[in-house]
């Protein structure tokens, strides 16, 4: 067995020109993380104070996915809130009353800003202060952004971790984290390897409960899950934490570099790196051989939606023989993405931000095989005989790690498949 070294294309992208366009964009805004993390904090609640579009937003996009009671909900912003008429601040602290004594199994609730409570300049933070103190011990309140004005629709994820780093307590001990919310199926694979390489103490970051929540300090190192935790990354940092750098773990090549990197900071012997990750890997090579070939010569374009259009393309171009047109991001963050910018293979426009109109027309006319794009775009993209994947739907799926390599290659290959049957 052998691990590809992490350069080894002629060239990469860490040194491409990037396109930076700043002009109308077509994201959805950070409320749509609450989708995923509700489900993955499970003793949180997600109080979103906003207008009747923000609940309309957060019951479609999670309408067919909710069994239970949700955990997250609005506090709608009524016509004399943003008149100023009313308080707002003691309807939302009456509101929080009422939620809280309905149900007390609650331990942490968050106050997600929206696009109407940042226009009415409604302070969030300091409401969470006060009814932290308030609910304490048994409630922590925190606030976060969601706001469509400041955020893209996984920069939720990164506003909510970040707001959490103040409150994890200290630790002296070599500690590891993984940062990012994973779906629970994929977290436990990732805990089982790194048991299995020896590696004791680790934690999830977000934890499932406040109970489990990681410990930080100068010997604690973090590797990030997904590539759009910038500022959760800053935050870890300044609490003394290392940031371990590397490709993200999509894909066999990628979540082989991802585990080595981890792997090399806590000194596993390469004998028993290679003994753990043979079996998985190998497993991932076959999956991915399955489908590779029905990708393997097809173009691909990305639009600007999630920011893991990076480490996406490098898997498609390197592991299933695509070819990268475009790959738009909407926000590229050189330190976290340089392990997957260096392995991509120069040739794509890499793009940052959009000018949706422009990038539209480079669409057309590159008539890609597979367009990666947002749910508002697929539609016409779709009427005029392009092939799309919504990239929604990478976020909300497992597609980290060995396990999952050939199921996201699949993602990416039924599209194509759908469009060549319409066509017989
Ligand atoms: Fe719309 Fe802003 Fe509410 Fe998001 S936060 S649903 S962009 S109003």
């Given at each position: 067995m052998n691990i590809n070294p992490l350069v080894d294309v002629k060239?990469?992208?860490?040194s491409a020109p990037i396109l930076k366009e700043r002009g109308q964009n077509e994201v959805f805004c950070g409320l749509t993380g609450i989708i995923w993390l509700h489900r993955k904090i499970q003793d949180a609640f997600f109080l979103v104070v906003g207008s009747r579009t923000c609940a309309h937003l957060l019951q479609s996009a999670a309408g067919v996915m909710?069994?239970?009671?949700?955990r997250f909900g609005t506090a709608i912003l009524e016509e004399k809130d943003l008149a100023g008429m009313a308080d707002a601040q003691e309807e939302l602290d009456s509101q929080v009353d009422k939620l809280l004594e309905r149900r007390p199994e609650i331990r942490q609730l968050f106050l997600v800003g929206s696009c109407p409570s940042e226009v009415i300049k409604l302070d969030l933070s300091k409401a969470a202060e006060r009814m932290t103190l308030k609910y304490a011990p048994t409630v922590r309140v925190l606030s976060y952004s969601g706001s469509g004005i400041e955020t893209t629709f996984t920069q939720g994820e990164d506003a909510c971790l970040a707001s959490m780093v103040n409150t994890l307590e200290k630790t002296e001990e070599k500690e590891l984290i993984l940062v990012g919310a994973l779906p629970d199926i994929v977290e436990d694979q990732f805990l089982t390897i790194l048991k299995q390489l020896g590696i004791r103490r680790v934690s999830t970051?977000?934890?499932?409960t406040v109970g489990s929540a990681p410990k930080i300090g100068e010997n604690v190192k973090f590797i990030l899950?997904?590539?759009?935790?910038g500022d959760t990354c800053e935050a870890l940092e300044d609490k003394g934490a290392t940031h371990i750098a590397a490709?993200?773990?999509?894909?066999e090549e990628g979540t082989t570099h991802w585990l080595k990197a981890i792997a090399t900071q806590f000194t596993v012997e390469d004998s028993l790196f290679e003994k753990v990750t043979e079996a998985p890997r190998n497993r991932a090579r076959k999956a991915l051989e399955l489908v590779s070939k029905n990708l393997s010569g097809r173009s691909v374009f990305f639009f600007p939606d999630s920011q893991l259009e990076i480490s996406l393309a490098r898997f498609l171009v390197r592991e299933c023989g695509m070819n990268a047109l475009e790959v738009g991001s909407p926000y590229i963050n050189r330190k976290i993405v340089a392990p997957d910018l260096e392995m991509l293979p120069k040739g794509p426009i890499i793009s940052e931000g959009q000018d949706v109109d422009c990038q539209l027309d480079r669409c057309r006319e590159a008539q890609p095989d597979l367009t990666i794009c947002g749910m508002g775009l697929a539609n016409p993209l779709e009427a005029e005989g392009l092939a799309t994947k919504w990239s929604i739907e990478l976020v909300f799926?497992?597609?980290?790690?060995y396990e999952q390599a050939g199921d996201l290659a699949s993602l990416f290959y039924r599209p194509i498949k759908r469009r060549e049957l319409l066509k017989v």
């Open positions: 060239e990469g992208c860490s909710i069994f239970a009671e949700p970051f977000p934890s499932r899950c997904q590539p759009f935790l490709p993200f773990p999509f894909g799926s497992p597609v980290h790690g």
